[in-house]
């Protein structure tokens, strides 16, 4: 399977809005959680930029899955704030493609940690969760 280059990179960019907030995450009352970016949604967006250095190597009908995160979110940003995420890529293991992501705002850094991504069948993939989740 091919791979990319060791240090390869790409980034991911997002304005910050009402539905990335950490307040917005619960959809049962009682639940409070801050008006500023939540970590689920800088993750997401880690994993986005991970995902794009793949993008090349993908041949049709396959796509690059998340398998692993292990992230630390160690800031908090605004509404209303451009957060970029970056991912290197720092080789395999195994089947595993391992990546050191960050996130930094403009105030500068908001999380860092790795992630690793496999590359799969979309089609197995469907048929998978479809066979899974049937009753």
């Known amino acids: 399977m091919p791979e990319p280059e060791i240090n ?10 009402p539905a990335d907030l950490a307040s917005s995450i619960s959809t049962e009352g009682g639940d409070e959680f801050p008006a500023v970016l ?17 993008q090349p190597l993908l041949s049709p009908g396959k796509l690059s899955v998340g398998v692993t995160v292990d992230i630390t979110h160690t800031a908090p940003t605004p509404p209303g704030v451009l957060v970029t995420a970056n991912a290197r890529y720092t080789g395999r293991e195994g089947k595993l493609f391992v990546f050191e992501v960050s996130a930094h705002d403009r105030g500068g850094e908001i999380g860092r ?9 979309t ?3 469907q048929r998978a969760a479809a066979k899974r989740n049937a009753q």
């Open 123 to 125: 089609e197995r993939l």
């Open 113 to 121: 940690g790795s992630h690793k991504r496999a590359i799969v069948e």
């Open 38 to 54: 939540a970590t689920a949604r800088m993750v997401a967006l880690m994993e986005t930029a991970a995902a794009r250095v793949l």
């Open 8 to 17: 390869a990179t790409a980034s991911a960019e997002l304005v910050v809005g």
